[in-house]
């Protein structure tokens, strides 16, 4: 797999300001502040409806699943947001210290052997799990790190995430004598639609770029561009992971 040298380290530059002002008028500095305050209020308020979103859903579900007299209106003249968060905070971290234990251990497979028996929830708990522990694996390496590939055409380039290496029973039907590793293209400005295919680890060019640099780079169709702190700091990262 092909990386760029980081001899040459980019530069930070200065931040330009929000808006130049384009008119000396009255009516040009009223349409200047308008802008401006559209654009700091703008993604607090986009943030602030996710965040909402998210803890109004996680309460709710949770309010089927606990009895009318734990819940803190009950108790409380005004209602608490985020009770529900806490709590399946609290339950998931319980869970993964008893799934720790040689207790739990012994549950989670006699439930599995279980699920096992079972042929269509079977085929469908083995791919989720599969997801889950790639994703959220400590060790792994999937999705983080970003490549460039010459796609869709020559001289076109794409960026692409690299996964994991193809396993055994692929390598053996693919071309030998070299190397090969896996990349999903995401599009463009949807990165959970693309394509998955293998190529040669020497097509691949890496990049010292984070994940989340690159997502916001092709979310926004080209306009948020990766700065250069952005650039040193996935080198850093990338040289800290190689010594250790």
């Given amino acids: 797999m092909t990386e760029l040298s980081p001899q040459?380290?980019?530069?930070?530059?200065a931040?330009?300001?929000?808006?130049?002002?384009?008119?000396?008028?009255?009516?040009?500095?009223?349409?200047?502040?308008?802008?401006?305050?559209?654009?700091?209020?703008?993604?607090?308020?986009?943030?602030?409806?996710?965040?909402?979103?998210?803890?109004?859903?996680?309460?709710?579900?949770?309010?089927?699943?606990l009895p009318s007299k734990l819940w803190p209106e009950t108790y409380l003249a005004l209602p608490l947001p985020g009770f529900g968060v806490i709590?399946?905070?609290?339950?998931?971290?319980?869970?993964?210290?008893?799934?720790?234990?040689?207790?739990?251990?012994?549950l989670i497979r006699l439930g599995e052997a279980i699920l096992a028996r079972m042929p269509v929830v079977r085929s469908i708990y083995k791919s989720v799990k599969q997801i889950f522990e790639t994703a959220f694996s400590q060790s792994g390496t999937s999705f983080r790190k970003v490549g460039l590939i010459e796609f869709p055409?020559?001289?076109?380039?794409?960026?692409?995430?690299?996964?994991?290496?193809?396993?055994v029973a692929l390598s053996e039907h693919l071309p030998q004598g070299e190397a090969h590793i896996s990349v999903f293209l995401p599009c463009t400005p949807n990165p959970t639609t693309g394509f998955y295919f293998f190529l040669p680890a020497r097509e691949v060019i890496e990049l010292p770029l984070s994940?989340?640099?690159?997502?916001?780079?092709?979310?926004?169709?080209?306009?948020?561009?990766p700065?250069?702190?952005?650039?040193?700091?996935?080198?850093?990262?990338?040289?800290v992971h190689e010594a250790a």
Avoid: E, Y
């Avoid at 040459?8 to 530059?13: A, I, K, L, M, Y």
């Avoid at 009223?30 to 309460?59: C, E, H």
């Fill in 211 to 225: 994940p989340d640099a690159a997502a916001k780079l092709i979310m926004s169709c080209g306009v948020i561009q």
């Fill in 87 to 106: 709590f399946v905070f609290l339950g998931l971290t319980l869970l993964g210290f008893l799934a720790a234990n040689l207790a739990g251990r012994t």
């Fill in 227 to 239: 700065d250069a702190n952005a650039v040193v700091a996935a080198m850093a990262t990338k040289h």
């Fill in 15 to 65: 931040s330009p300001p929000i808006l130049s002002p384009k008119g000396s008028g009255l009516g040009g500095r009223i349409r200047n502040w308008f802008l401006t305050g559209v654009i700091v209020a703008g993604p607090l308020a986009v943030t602030a409806s996710i965040v909402w979103w998210f803890v109004d859903t996680v309460d709710t579900w949770v309010r089927h699943f």
């Fill in 8 to 13: 040459t380290r980019p530069q930070s530059q």
């Fill in 153 to 167: 055409s020559k001289g076109s380039w794409s960026l692409v995430f690299i996964t994991a290496p193809p396993g």
